[in-house]
């Protein structure tokens, strides 16, 4: 078995979540009492945001990526960036090392390839739904990506950093959500991409009716996938 090494703490709830999976996905692999060969390198994610108050992204590149090479030098055989948004720096990161960033976008373009939906809504932080990192690979797969209008991608940036990362879930901010999903839905999004590792923890396929892709998850199986 392989070593994934993680890039945690962006934040740290969805970090014990990627824990969780990926060492649940190994044992269905494995059976017994056998769980994943993982590490995990937790950074303060207090900094990260101080950094993107400022709109010192060369900083938290450098911080991410110091910390990937961490990993590597202790001996991770691949890579996680446990956050959708930390994959604006991927390729970055990708080119100080020798063993392979298993990447979000990818996998996360590749299974929804794979169900033949050509039109979805994309959901996390405005990074995330606003820069093109994340869209590209979607496109490469020739998929169309819908994103929410303003005011909403201004709520859900709100609601990820004010309280998904401090592990609040609250009603009336799933309710608000639901409310954008089916906005989306209406203007021809066919599937929603839940592109912040935390929104699966708010949302999941039994709120909806239309298909949600969980990115913690795709991510997950992956690094198992890869490891195993």
């Given amino acids: 078995m392989k070593t994934i090494g993680l890039v945690g703490g962006t934040g740290w709830v969805s970090t014990m979540e990627y824990y969780r999976l990926i060492n649940q996905l190994m044992n269905q692999k494995k059976g017994g009492l056998h769980a994943a060969r993982m590490m995990i390198y937790s ?3 207090g900094e990260i945001d101080a950094m993107n108050q400022k709109n010192d992204q060369l900083s938290v590149m450098l911080t991410l990526k110091h910390t990937a090479l961490k990993l590597e030098a202790a001996g ?5 960036l446990g956050a959708n948004t930390s994959h604006q720096y991927a390729d970055d990161i990708q080119q100080a090392l020798k063993i392979p960033l298993i990447h979000i976008g990818e996998e996360t373009a590749s299974v929804v390839s ?3 939906l050509q039109r979805v809504g994309l959901l996390g932080t405005k990074y995330t739904m606003e820069m093109d990192f994340y869209k590209e690979k979607l496109n490469e797969k020739s998929i169309d990506v819908l994103v929410p209008e303003e005011d909403d991608r201004s709520f859900i940036h ?7 990362l401090v592990n609040q879930f ?9 409310t954008i999903i089916e906005k989306l839905r209406v203007v021809g999004a066919e599937g929603i991409i839940l592109g912040c590792t935390e929104i699966p923890l708010l949302i999941n396929q039994q709120d909806c009716t239309i298909p949600l892709f969980n990115t913690t998850e795709i991510h997950a199986k992956a690094a198992v996938e890869f490891a195993y």
Wanted: glycine fraction near 4%.
């Fill in 76 to 80: 991770a055989d691949c890579l996680l």
């Fill in 158 to 164: 709100h609601c990820i950093t004010n309280e998904l």
């Fill in 114 to 116: 794979n169900t033949g």
């Fill in 170 to 178: 609250l009603p009336e901010s799933k309710r608000r959500f639901l």
């Fill in 43 to 45: 950074v303060n994610y």
